[in-house]
């Protein structure tokens, strides 16, 4: 058993029910979980020591919603989207074509880069998806390469439907033989329920079918324009509707009530030029909100936490401290994770050291590589 004493904290933000936020404070993490919370005056002794000279202890980000297993570049699309043409689904398809041609070494040194880029700005659990292969091999493959990641693995095959089939002969697929496949390598099924994709029915079918077959049950939903995939979601019992752009009112009550986490991804509409969901709306009707990059090469090429935070809290009515507990405490819902996105006893030892005097500065000073140092308990 080993242990690490990080003294001389700042400020320390650890979720905790009765103090969420100390300062000069002090933290051991032993056997890869927090071990010790206090003041530095009263840090116990431990195997090695890091000084961190006043800065900012947070809990490691917690990334939601990622689709990292591709190939290809969507540049040219970004530059043309900037220029005045709007978003479309339909980019999907450019991904798709490059993804089925790569090498599974291709893909895997395309996952291993971003997962590295994600945990030098601190995140240290990320949700990865597949989607961007749309045949049982490509899609079990996909699967199989995020695992090598990350535990938490998200089967998508119904992202969109693939050219040279029906929605209903490719729902069959996904609900059928591809469903076999990727399951063993799956902890979620997501389904994406948007204009141009799947409609409630086809939705409803590839999520039941998911949960059949054990897999927790995730959305996409409203990013395009208003739908049925958040009362959909809420439905099922889903642990997750991500996107939630374009919400009614019946839509937000029924997220308050059905418990769902609402994932709120702004480098999409950074990117696209959509209205920002409004974050304040749906805490302020006791939502519980996730803040996750939706790192992918068409719609949101960003892996940054702290943009997506600083983002937040200008355009979408959070204030720092809710921006961060959304992506940490919030992503570790919509994971249904209680071991991550706090740094509670027992806690997983994952942590963000911030070059700041406190976590305010990660919205303060956007665009700045305040992190520091990142700690996680797998390393």
Known sequence: MSSLLLTR????????????????????????????????????AADDVLDVAGGTVVPGFVDSHSHLVFAGDRAAEFEA?????????????????????????ELDTTVRRLVAEMRRQGTTTVEIKSGYGLTVADEARSLAIAGRHTS???????????DGTTPEEYVALVTGP??????????WIDVFCEEGAFGADAARAVLTAGRDA??????????LTYGPGVLLACELGAAAVDHCTYLTD??????????TVAGLLPGVEFSTRHPYPDARR?????????????????SSYTSSIPFCIA?????????????????????????????????RLGARGDVTVLDAPSAVHLAYRPGVPLVSRTIASSD
């Open 214 to 223: 054990g897999l927790g049950m995730r959305v996409h939903a409203s990013q």
């Open 282 to 298: 749906l805490l302020d009707a006791g939502v519980t909100v996730a803040l996750a990059s939706d790192c992918n090469p068409g």
């Open 9 to 44: 904290i700042g400020e320390l933000v650890t979720w905790d029910d009765e103090q969420p936020v100390r300062t000069d404070a002090a933290l051991v993490i032993a056997d890869g979980v927090v071990a010790w919370v206090g003041d530095a005056a009263d840090a116990p």
């Open 250 to 259: 019946a839509d937000v009550d029924a997220l308050a009530a059905c418990g």
């Open 178 to 187: 591809m469903l076999d496949a990727c399951a063993p390598h799956a902890r």
């Open 81 to 105: 989207r900037m220029a005045g043409r709007p978003y479309a689904a339909g980019g999907i398809r450019t991904t798709v074509a490059a993804t089925r041609a790569a090498t599974d070494e």
């Open 152 to 162: 938490e693995t998200t089967y998508l095959g119904a992202h969109v439907v693939p």
């Open 311 to 343: 983002v937040a809290v200008r355009d979408m009515g959070l204030t720092p401290y809710e921006a961060l507990r959304a992506a940490t405490l919030g992503g570790a819902a919509s994971l249904r994770r209680d071991d991550v996105g706090h740094l």
